[in-house]
């Protein structure tokens, strides 16, 4: 090794080794344990997507997950993959659709409500370590459900239950209330470029 | 129903029958089939675990999985979980931690290396639907992988492969050839409130 090389590889150690020392110091601050409300919205690919990878991550620790959908009802990879771990996740799908395609707001309504239900008696369930609550946040916009309600029961889930609140336009009360907020932003998107749906991708 | 209600109801439905109509001239419009290349990159939380949950979109359509994971080394839920499709998920560990964790820059380039041959293999394998290549964006970003290289093999992929590509920082260069970006926007952390790295959220 040359002299300019060892210097570099000298830096890029005495770099690195100070933003070691950052990172253990800021892991060591951190002392709380809890269960989570995670809310994943904007207008960008992933945010159910990233709660079925939850799911996945709660699953590989041994945990059971439960699964509501509030709107849509297409079949999907992920249900289908999940069946694999049987009993150890609970899946619920509450509508028949995009509020576009029923075009029967009554009927929706008496949907998302059966879904709370089922939500709730899934976070009541001690055996069970996360809730995805795909696309709550389309219930909440349309006011298919009580927002005030929603918000108070998921903010006084039991301890070390998280909840995953998936949709675009996720309500500002639901936001504040949440531990984790992401916003899937779309920076690019290939539905522009003529490109269809696909198994796999969309679903 | 009264008068009112009935109207609500009306009013409703034909918004929801354009809006219907709408939604279905566009996905009229969309007419390619192709493999995709994504991109998940943004400092918020879901660029990893989005991708795993595409993975089990994929898997429940039958397809395979590679996953070349180019930094990061701790065990995860994810993989343990993933371990139930057996040779279905073909996974690749490349790194032993972040860099400042290792503080030896010739090491992480090695492994690096050693990970993106095999992501080209997997690339090559025709039963293989969709790769992961996990914090590839950081491998790129500290220039220990040759940019150009790695944005023409991956623009070259044979065709029906989707490939993922996760980490902060996407290159430009990278975002120009995908087909799907996504920046996952933090607009709040539970790490602010000094809660700490968990099993089932973090890993």
Redesign the interface.
Known sequence: MSGTESD??ER??AK??K??AM?DA??A??????G?L?????T???K??????????????G?RVGVVQFIKSRP???????E??GDRVVWHTAGEG?????????RDMAACQGAWETAQALMADETV??VILDELNIALRYEYLPLDEVVARLAARRDGL?VVVTGRNAKPAL?EA??????????????K?????????E?
């Open positions: 570099d590889a890029h150690r690195m080794e933003r070691r990172q800021e892991v601050s951190k002392t709380v344990e809890k989570l995670l809310v994943h919205t904007g960008g690919k992933g159910s997507t990233a709660a079925f990878g939850l799911a996945l991550r709660v699953l590989g620790h945990g999907t990879g992920e249900k289908t993959a999940l694999v771990f995009f509020t576009w395609v029923t075009q029967d707001k009554a370590g996360l998280h936001v949440a531990d984790l907020v992401t916003d899937m932003t779309m920076v690019k998107h290939h539905f470029a003529g490109v269809k749906t696909q198994a796999g991708i679903y």
